[in-house]
């Protein structure tokens, strides 16, 4: 049981709404090359969770039924499950498109050689952490040596014509606070980005996407540890933005772990929050129809303030960029 699942529950954040199901995001298991101080999944090099292939079937099944055109592949380092390349493939064929949730070190890894072409042949969008451009910050979020790495990964992808303008393949990094902060404005620090990388290092990229530091799992614990969780939540609460309502990912999106139980949202998924407001037990993917969805109630706790404080935040970035 996740240590802050207790301290997010009951909580009196607005009731929100299913609207017509269009995102996937996968969960393909916890398994990482990486074990990052901010990760909400608590992921790592020892874990062991990964998608079978039976429920990997069941996804399949259900994404015949709907009109999901995108499948967000997420982890853990998603790249790692040995199924990756035949359910990027699959979805290809079924014209979904692809966004592999990419920590971008993976593809300097000797084992996952040709992975970057593989990509790039199957325009898959890649969304990849970099939650700074200055190699001290980095390190320190994310481990000694990273940054170096990264750096290599965004010019390997470059030159596969990812994040050259205006035409080439999607290439967006992710940005996370180092602590218990809000974000920073994200065209503004997108900016910052842009003019940084491609001085020092020739990196271009599509655009930066701002997130929220979530107070779940690793970074919740350690908020915890150091008695600074009621402290974030209560700056969550106060930055809150009526006008992030309608924009929220869970309102289009669904999640969906290793083992195939569905979820109103990623961060949901890893606090075992089952999908809807009025749920007592797990739904799995097996038992779910679109007719399930459609403008059910939401299920939400303290931690999706993280998504309505000032600009927002959701796995695509701001919300309202008018809050800037």
């Known amino acids: 049981m996740n240590p802050t699942r207790s301290l997010l529950t009951p909580s ?8 017509e199901l269009r995102v996937l995001q996968l969960n393909l298991g916890y398994l990482c090359n990486l074990s990052c101080v901010h990760c909400h999944v608590n992921a790592g090099p020892k874990r062991t969770e990964l998608m079978s292939a039976e429920t990997q079937e069941h996804i399949f099944s259900f994404l015949h039924q709907t009109g999901i055109t995108t499948l967000d592949l997420t982890g853990g ?12 493939i699959r979805c290809r064929k079924l014209n979904i498109h692809v966004i592999d ?12 050689v040709g992975l970057a072409e593989f990509l790039a042949e199957q325009q898959v969008e890649i969304i990849a952490s970099l939650p700074c451009y200055l190699q001290e910050n980095v390190d320190k979020q994310r481990g000694k040596g990273v940054f170096n790495a990264s750096i290599a990964a965004l010019q390997r992808l470059n030159a596969l014509g990812y994040g050259q303008t205006p035409h080439g393949l999607p290439l967006n990094l992710v940005y996370n606070p180092q602590g218990a902060v ?3 404005p994200q065209h503004q620090l997108e900016t910052q980005y842009h003019q940084y990388l491609a001085e020092h290092y020739g990196i271009s990229f599509t655009k930066l996407l ?5 107070p779940i799992q690793r970074f919740g614990s350690t908020l915890v540890s150091k008695g600074g969780f009621v402290t974030y939540i209560d700056l969550l609460k106060t930055a809150f933005c009526q006008a992030n309502l309608t924009k929220l990912m869970c309102l289009d999106a669904l999640s969906i772990d290793w083992q195939g139980y569905v979820y109103d949202c990623d961060f949901n998924q890893m606090l075992a929050m089952p999908l809807g407001a009025d749920a007592v ?5 097996t038992e779910l129809t679109p007719s399930l969805l459609a403008g059910k109630a939401i299920a939400t706790a303290e931690h999706c303030y993280g998504c309505t404080a000032g600009q927002g935040s959701s796995c695509g970035g701001a919300l309202n960029l008018a809050q800037e």
């Open 210 to 214: 701002v997130m929220t530091n979530m």
């Open 281 to 285: 037990k797990p739904l799995h993917v």
């Open 12 to 19: 009196d954040f607005p009731a929100i709404y299913r609207q």
């Open 77 to 88: 380092a998603p790249e790692m499950h040995p199924d990756f390349k035949a359910i990027v």
């Open 101 to 112: 949730r990419c920590n971008l070190t993976i593809l300097e890894d000797v084992r996952y």
């Open 182 to 184: 809000l974000p920073p």
